[in-house]
């Protein structure tokens, strides 16, 4: 890709809500893994959770088989996740805080205080070529323990910007903004790749898409929810069209 570009993942996590809804065989969403590499997506992200409640250890299997973009692996930092980790050494492993009760991921990762358990958690990882991703918010302290731990990546989670512009709340949304903006700077100059991630959807794609130190964004249930009405393919053409429009 061109040094300007911007890769976009697609997180399938909701492909396999579906599906489990009905206890059967699909949606599957290995196939929209498939139509999406097919459709020009630089990546796949599915979250393998503790409770398995979307995403199972079959379609993590079925996706290691089947694809040729890089598959990024988010997970909670247990053995359990781990070893599985280990098992099938995915492209890049995401490290990501779980909650049984969240409905979807409420924050970024608590690094700085589980610095010393997190660095021994991702050595081996590292050991089997793995890039790590680390899922922080746009916090200093947590960027520079991610970068000390020896994170390849941090995931910035939008989650907060987001909600404040479908909230209408604009002087929030500009300050969660800038704060992105700054802490998106801070971090490329720590020397980690810049992603992020939590949210995103056609509306509010494009301020995030324009910072520069932004190497990738992972969006999933918005274009999973909006492939019901465009089509899947469609859907992610128009989500590329508009981050390409920003970073132009």
Do not use: W
């Not at 793995?130 to 922080?136: D, E, Y």
């Amino acid at each position: 890709m061109a040094d300007n570009s911007l890769r976009l993942g697609l997180n399938i996590d909701h492909v396999a809500t579906v599906r489990n809804a009905r206890g059967g065989a699909y949606p599957d969403p290995v196939r929209a893994a498939i139509m999406a590499e097919e459709a020009g997506v630089d990546g796949i992200t599915a979250h393998l959770r503790e409770d398995r409640r979307h995403i199972m250890d079959t379609d993590i299997e079925g996706l290691m088989q089947a694809l040729t973009v890089p598959l990024n692996f988010e997970m909670a930092a247990t053995d359990e996740m781990q070893a599985i980790a280990l098992r099938h050494r995915p492209h890049a492993v995401c490290i990501v805080p779980e909650k049984r009760e969240e409905r979807t991921t409420e924050g970024g990762l608590e690094v700085a205080r589980e610095e010393n358990k997190l660095a021994h958690f991702i050595a081996p990882l590292r050991d089997a070529g793995c890039r790590i991703s680390i899922f922080v918010a746009a916090d200093q302290k947590q960027i520079e323990a991610a970068h000390r731990i020896g994170a390849d990546i941090v995931e910035l989670h939008v989650g907060a910007y987001c909600d404040a512009h479908a909230e209408g709340d604009f002087d929030l949304r500009d300050t969660e903004l800038a704060s992105l903006r700054e802490m998106s700077t801070y971090a490329h100059s720590l020397g980690l790749e810049v992603h992020a991630g939590h949210g995103l959807t056609y509306d509010c794609v494009k301020p995030i898409a324009a910072f520069p130190e932004v190497q990738e964004l992972n969006i999933g249930h918005f274009l999973i929810g909006e492939a019901v009405f465009r089509g899947l393919t469609p859907a992610v053409h128009e989500m590329r069209r508009l981050m390409d429009e920003a970073r132009s």
